[in-house]
Each structure stands twice: as C-alpha cells, then as structure tokens.
C-alpha cells in the first residue's frame, strides 16, 4: 500500500522518464481509484 | 472544494488526457497515449507496484463523459515540467462518482457518502446525471445509500 508522498515522488519520476523519452508535457485528469477519497 | 487523495491510496485513476490544439484549447481524449502506459508498466516492474498504478483504461467513470467545464473548476499540480494532473473538483468527482454507482454498485457508495456535502453541489451532480438520461429511480436508491434522506425530494427541486 503506497502512501501519498510515495505517489508523489513516483508522478514525479514519471514526469522525469517522459521528458527522457522526447514526449511532451503530458495533462492527465486524474483521481484516486475507489474507496481513496478524503477531505 | 476540491479533495484530497487518502493516505493509503494505491494507484491513480486517469479519467482523460488533455490535448491542446495550437490555440491552446483543451480537448480531452480518452483514452490517453500508449506511452504514458507503457513508462507507468516499466515503473510498475522497476518498484514492483501493482501493474495499472496509473490506471488509464477509459473509466467506467467516463461512460457518460466527463461534465462540461470539468478542467476548468479543477485543481491543477506539476510534477516537474513535463506533467501537469488536474484533480477535479467535489462537484465533478460526484457527479463521475454516481455514474460509476449506477453500473458497479457498492463499491463507490463509500466515496460518495465522502463527496455528499454541499447541497448545491449534490443538486448539480444529479442535475448533471439526470442530463445523461440515467435512471432516475436508480440513482435515488444510490443516493438514499450514500445518506441522502428524501432523494425524490431532491430530484422534484431540480424540475
């Protein structure tokens, strides 16, 4: 179970390995699955 | 109002891509681009996540569209300078949330009873449903699941 900071830093390591690949800047909408709300 | 992930989220739902035309006029596609899935994949091998941690299969959330001005009302975060994610506002993740309810069931009550908060809000995502020519009986027993008392009462305020 991955914790917010961990989805933090993987997002931004996907960012970085984007940029690596030559494809740009990405814009996602985005949400948590099921159950993965809070205020 | 916009929310927040929980604590102990494991992945991240992409309800679309957003494509900009020269102008720099949103679109949103759906689904997004393969290579996005194909990086998320490598990560998931790298740090041995479960596979669809960026889970960018077109939602069931999706099915009906996402509402209009969606981005707009949406928060913005970049991660570095080569993503952006737009979280949605409570309004528009309610209006999502109870589309899924309508053909997954219980599994969205729970974030549903989250999101119901705002009067206005709960109006306008029914509104919006409704607008998409769902069943108006079945989104009552959703929303009488989620804690809303008299949802046919509801329902006669938006006529």
């Known amino acids: ?39 | 109002m916009t929310v927040d992930f929980k604590r102990t989220t494991t992945d991240v739902d992409i309800l679309a891509e957003v494509v900009r035309d020269k102008s720099g006029m949103p679109e949103l596609r759906i689904p997004v681009t393969p290579e996005l899935d194909r990086i998320a994949r490598m990560m998931a091998d790298t740090y041995e996540l479960t596979p669809n941690w960026i889970d960018s299969e077109a939602s069931v959330q999706t099915a009906l569209g996402l509402p209009e001005g969606v981005l707009e009302r949406s928060e913005a975060v970049n991660y570095g300078d080569a993503l952006t994610l737009y979280f949605p506002a409570r309004v528009d993740l309610l209006a999502l949330k109870l589309t899924a309810a309508l053909s997954r069931g219980d599994r969205d009550i729970a974030d549903i009873r989250i999101l119901i908060e705002d009067k206005e809000e709960i109006k306008t995502a029914v509104g919006w449903c409704l607008a998409k020519r769902v069943s108006a009986s079945r989104l009552c027993e959703i929303l009488r699941r989620a804690g809303i008392e008299d949802p046919e009462g509801l329902l006669r305020e938006l006529d």
Do not use: F, T
Not at chain 1, 9 to 38: F, N, T, W
């Open chain 1, 1 to 39: 179970m991955m914790m917010r900071d961990d989805i933090d830093s993987l997002l931004k390591e996907l960012a970085a390995r984007l940029k690596m690949a030559g494809i740009p800047h990405v814009e996602l909408i985005a949400c948590g699955g099921s159950g993965q709300y809070d205020r």
